[in-house]
């Protein structure tokens, strides 16, 4: 009877614990997330996954950056690549806010050439935000009051900018 009373037990825990998955993303998680995959929906690309993987990589560069460089804005050296971007003026900029003004880059990419329009312009952060072979994104950012800016990061797997494959 007791055996009985514990499947029982179990058979109803599971699909409880099955149902509650993962825990929710965090608001800016979401935002980040929502604003790629809008992006690369515009193109016709699979939406992005959140990976904490990335998004703690992104906060341990972030961190780096703010403790050891003001902030500033570093080629970034990591398995993963990255968008990175930079304010001043004591404004941080929302996730949606970051991501957009990466996707604004899209005016300077000429698909058919698979460039940037001009040497003045670049267009490798809306890339690397619609890059088709890419799955996974992960983001932080940091404030650096001292200088009055923010950084922002994001990685993403796998990577992209491929030198010869378009990104979509």
């Not at 890339?127 to 932080?140: F, P, Q, Y």
């Not at 200088?147 to 993403?156: A, D």
């Amino acid at each position: 009877m007791a055996y009985a009373l514990l499947i029982l037990i179990m058979a109803l825990a599971i699909p409880h614990i099955v149902a509650q998955g993962a825990a929710p993303l965090p608001t800016a998680a979401k935002e980040y997330l929502e604003a790629h995959n809008q992006a690369r929906a515009a193109v016709g690309v699979s939406p992005l996954k959140w990976s904490e993987e990335l998004a703690n990589a992104a906060g341990r560069v972030v961190r780096y950056q703010k403790n050891n460089m003001g902030c500033g804005l570093t080629k970034l050296h990591h398995k993963y690549q990255g968008n990175q971007v930079w304010t001043i003026f004591n404004k941080t900029m929302t996730p949606r806010m970051v991501v957009d003004r990466w996707v604004q880059e899209k005016q300077h990419y000429n698909y058919a050439t698979n460039t940037c329009l001009s040497n003045h312009h670049t267009c490798n952060a809306y890339t690397l935000v619609v890059w088709r072979k890419s799955l996974e994104l992960g983001c932080a950012q940091a404030r650096c009051l001292k200088y009055g800016s923010s950084i922002t990061i994001c990685l993403y797997n796998p990577i992209g900018n491929i030198p010869g494959e378009r990104p979509y």
